[in-house]
Every structure is written in C-alpha cells, then in structure tokens.
C-alpha cells in the first residue's frame, strides 16, 4: 500500500510539471546556445561546453518551466476542477501545498545553476520568474485580457531566447534581438491555442482570453498576424542588415504558421492532444523547428563563412 502511494505520489508529480512541455525550453535553449556559441567562435572545445554550459543552462530553464507549470496548477485549482478533473490536485493526488513546495524547490534549483554559469544568465532567470510567478498569483496577468498573451510570450520567447544566446555572445547583437522578437511575437499570437481547450472554465472562473471575448474563429483572425508576419518580414530584415542573407529560409515558417491558424479556426472539441488542442501541439512544433533551424543556419552560415 505505501509502495503504491509512493508510486501515485511520483505519477502526481510527472503529471504537475506537465514533461511535454519541458521539452521546449531544453530544445530552444540548447539549440540557441550551441548556435551562440559557434557564432562567436568561442576557444573551448564543445565537449567541453556541451558538458559544463549547455546542458546545465539547459537544465536551469526546464526548472524553471516545471516550477511554473506547478504553480500555475496550485492556483487554477478551481478552473481545472472544471477542465482538467484528471490533473493531480483536483484528483487528490498532489495538495496545492506541495505543488507550491515543489515550485519553489525547482525556482531555486534553476537559480543555483544560472549562478554557475554567469550573472547575465542568472539576471535573464530571475526576469522570466518574475514574468511567471505574476501570470499565476497577483497580479495575475493570466486573468487580463491580451496582458495573458505577453507575459507568455515575453519571457517564452523574447527572454529565453535572449537569455540563452547570453551564455557565450552579446544580447545587444542584431542577430539575437531579432530573432527574440520574432520568437516573442509568434508566441504571443500561439499562446492563445491553449485558451481553446479551457475556455468554458476560463469564462466561469473570470479569465478572459480573445477566445472568450471574440469566439475561436475571431481571435484566431486576430492573431493571425502574429504567427505570420514575423516569418514573413524575415527578408526585410535581411535587406536592412539584422540577419544574415541564410535566414531567408526561415520565411518558409510562415507555412506551418498559416496551419496553426487554419486549425484553430477549426471545430477543436475531438482534436485533443497533450491536454491541449491539435493547434497548441502544432504551436510548439513549429517553434521547435524555428529554433532548431535558426541553430542549424547560424553554424552553417559560420563555418561556410556566408
């Protein structure tokens, strides 16, 4: 009996931190970092770095996107009583004691590591925390209409993305800049895909989303230019010296971002996948491919010197 109560315990745990989700910030940091590094030809071998800087780095961010999926479900205990029943605190399973606990545990696991690496690391750390410790408890950005979307995606996109080039190159470079803007706003255009699965208790709890105020059709028509116009204008920021001529083929982009928004425009109630919609999964795979592929041009473009 206790083995079994360990073991729901452990399910509990997995299940709060919510591992699909993880795979994000490890994917689009790591690959940012090794991009960084190449970039600006560090000395050290990769071995090297890969062991002591990248996977570390990596790490500090999954922390802390597990501490904010834990505390984002200790205060929306209420809305997923509604929901998402199956989730461990309305099951039991985890008491919102111990998911503000194990959020706190994982935001100071996260800032040990970022202390390894470097202050400018840590400072870009301690910004998105504050970002996501106010989306759950007061003021509770999660509640404000449009505030809901920027406080994901200015640390999601603009702030990881900034905070991970930060490892071994200059923020203030035009490559990094311009690639978290576009990285901030496709995701502040995606982030409404997760308000569609959620929005009959988003409406009863007092949330309001674009997906409440507008319906799925509308808000998906409002975003639209968000998700597609970033990939879009990459050629502008070729012509005007921000990026390197290579980046041109990241405006195919724009393709699957067209997709999300076709999807969320349609019927979303049997199209479930990771406690999400099909859209917020196809969201995170296409920034999956931005980063991996922004990765995969910058070490190209540098060791062909294009």
């Not at 473009?301 to 294009?306: K, Y």
Request: overall charge positive; some cysteine.
């Amino acid at each position: 009996m206790r083995y079994k109560k360990y073991d729901s315990k452990i399910k509990g745990f997995m299940s709060l931190i919510r591992p699909f989700t993880l795979l994000a910030p490890f994917i689009v940091s790591s690959s940012i970092m090794i991009a960084s590094y190449v970039y600006m030809q560090v000395s050290l071998s990769f071995s090297q770095v890969l062991i002591f800087q990248i996977l570390p780095a990596s790490l500090s961010f999954v922390f802390l996107n597990g501490a904010s999926n834990a505390l984002n479900q200790a205060t929306d205990y209420d809305a997923d009583l509604i929901s998402k029943p199956y989730r461990p605190i309305p099951k039991g399973i985890i008491t919102k004691k111990e998911a503000i606990i194990i959020a706190i545990f994982l935001y100071i696991g996260s800032f040990l590591i970022g202390a390894i690496i470097h202050p400018t690391f840590l400072m870009f750390l301690l910004f998105i925390t504050f970002f996501t410790v106010t989306y759950s408890i007061s003021p509770r950005m999660k509640d404000k209409l449009w505030f809901n979307q920027l406080w994901i995606g200015i640390p999601r996109g603009f702030l990881g993305i900034l905070g991970s080039w930060s490892v071994f190159g200059s923020i203030l470079e035009p490559i990094p800049l311009t690639i978290a803007c576009i990285a901030g706003l496709f995701l502040f255009g995606g982030s409404i895909t997760k308000d569609i699965s959620d929005k009959h208790a988003d409406k009863i709890v007092g949330t309001k989303t674009l997906v409440i105020k507008y319906g799925e059709k509308k808000a998906a028509f409002i975003v639209l230019p968000f998700l597609f116009f970033p990939f879009i204008l990459i050629p502008v920021f070729i012509n005007i010296g921000f990026l390197p001529i290579y980046f041109w083929l990241l405006t195919f982009l724009a393709i699957p971002a067209f997709f999300i928004f076709r999807t969320m425009v349609e019927d979303q109630s049997k199209q479930l996948s990771f406690e999400n919609t099909r859209a917020w999964s196809f969201m995170y795979i296409t920034y999956f491919i931005f980063a991996l592929s922004f990765s995969a041009l910058t070490v190209a473009g540098t060791i062909l010197q294009i």
